[in-house]
Each structure stands twice: as C-alpha cells, then as structure tokens.
C-alpha cells in the first residue's frame, strides 16, 4: 500500500500544544513504567519539550520547523536545516495514527532525493536502541560519529551521471 499524501507547512505560534502533543507521544512508551502520575509525567514531558525546542532555535538558527499534515490534520512535525553542504534532519516523528503507514519513509525519501539534486549529505542524530534506526539503515544512512547515547547517520548524495556532451 503507498503511503499517505502529505504536505508540509511551517509552524505557527497556535501550533504550540500540537508539537507538545507530538512531542510527548514519542515518549510515551519509554515512561510507562516511570512510576509517575500522569500529570508529572506530563510536567517532566513539558519541561523536556521546551528545553528541546529551546536548544533547537537557538543552534539551528535559519531552520525549517515544519508541520506534517495528511488529510488537511496534523500527523507530527519535521524540523530541518538546510546548510551549503549539509541537509540536517534535526527531528521528524508522527503521531501514533500515522506511523507504520510508510509517511516517514515518504518524507526522508523526499529530503534524500533533495540531497542527492542538490549534492548535499543528509544527516540525522538517533537514538542507538530506537526501532527507527533500521529504517534509516535501509535508506543508506551510515554511521559517522559515536556520541554516546546517540549515533550520528549521514548518507551522501548519490552519484550523478553527468549530462551527455553534444
């Protein structure tokens, strides 16, 4: 089955509680077994997410904070830095209803066929144990640096055939 037609759009202002949203449920799984109520585990998750997007405007100054919509509703969020060699996906994640469908594929497939017009590396930080690191394997990202925790994925343009010479 293809995957779902997306489009992008750039973050507003209102889309504050939605990328919290978004944000919180790439965490679920891993605080389930926090023995926390539910509204410390929201508060941790809220604090978590505005020290992230704090980090994110202030490093990535220039970059592309999008939103992900299929079907004219949210279904996460992509953020992107576009540098003179260097597409960096600093984070793309979907909400729960929309993983799995080949949405996140669909969109790296996008930034890699980006990449490789433009001759730029595309880059990405994962988490070494998170499932998505196969998914970035089998679309030829490769490791490039160990930063503990996470490792550090590029995958290089694809080799342009020059143009034939008259």
């Given at each position: 089955?293809?995957?779902?037609a997306y489009?992008?759009?750039?973050?507003?202002?209102?889309?504050?509680?939605t990328?919290?949203?978004v944000y919180?449920?790439?965490r679920?799984e891993?605080?389930?077994?926090?023995p926390?109520?539910?509204?410390?585990?929201?508060?941790?998750?809220r604090r978590?997410?505005e020290a992230q997007?704090?980090?994110y405007?202030?490093?990535?100054?220039?970059?592309?904070?999008l939103?992900?919509e299929?079907?004219g509703?949210?279904?996460?969020?992509?953020y992107?830095?576009r540098?003179?060699?260097?597409?960096?996906v600093m984070?793309v994640?979907?909400?729960?209803?929309?993983?799995?469908?080949?949405?996140?594929?669909a969109i790296?497939r996008?930034?890699l066929?980006?990449?490789d017009a433009?001759?730029?590396?595309v880059?990405i930080h994962v988490?070494?144990?998170?499932?998505?690191?196969a998914l970035?394997?089998r679309?030829g990202?490769?490791?490039?640096?160990?930063r503990?925790?996470?490792?550090?994925l590029?995958?290089?343009?694809a080799?342009?055939t020059?143009a034939p010479?008259?």
């Amino acid at each position: 089955m293809p995957p779902p037609a997306y489009s992008l759009r750039t973050a507003r202002a209102e889309d504050g509680q939605t990328l919290f949203d978004v944000y919180a449920s790439t965490r679920a799984e891993e605080l389930a077994p926090v023995p926390w109520t539910a509204e410390q585990k929201r508060a941790f998750l809220r604090r978590q997410f505005e020290a992230q997007d704090a980090h994110y405007r202030q490093h990535y100054e220039g970059a592309s904070f999008l939103m992900v919509e299929v079907g004219g509703e949210v279904a996460g969020r992509l953020y992107v830095a576009r540098w003179p060699r260097e597409i960096r996906v600093m984070d793309v994640a979907l909400l729960p209803t929309h993983r799995r469908r080949g949405l996140g594929t669909a969109i790296l497939r996008e930034l890699l066929r980006e990449g490789d017009a433009t001759g730029k590396v595309v880059s990405i930080h994962v988490e070494r144990h998170n499932p998505v690191l196969a998914l970035y394997e089998r679309l030829g990202f490769r490791p490039a640096a160990d930063r503990g925790v996470y490792l550090f994925l590029e995958r290089p343009p694809a080799a342009r055939t020059p143009a034939p010479q008259p």
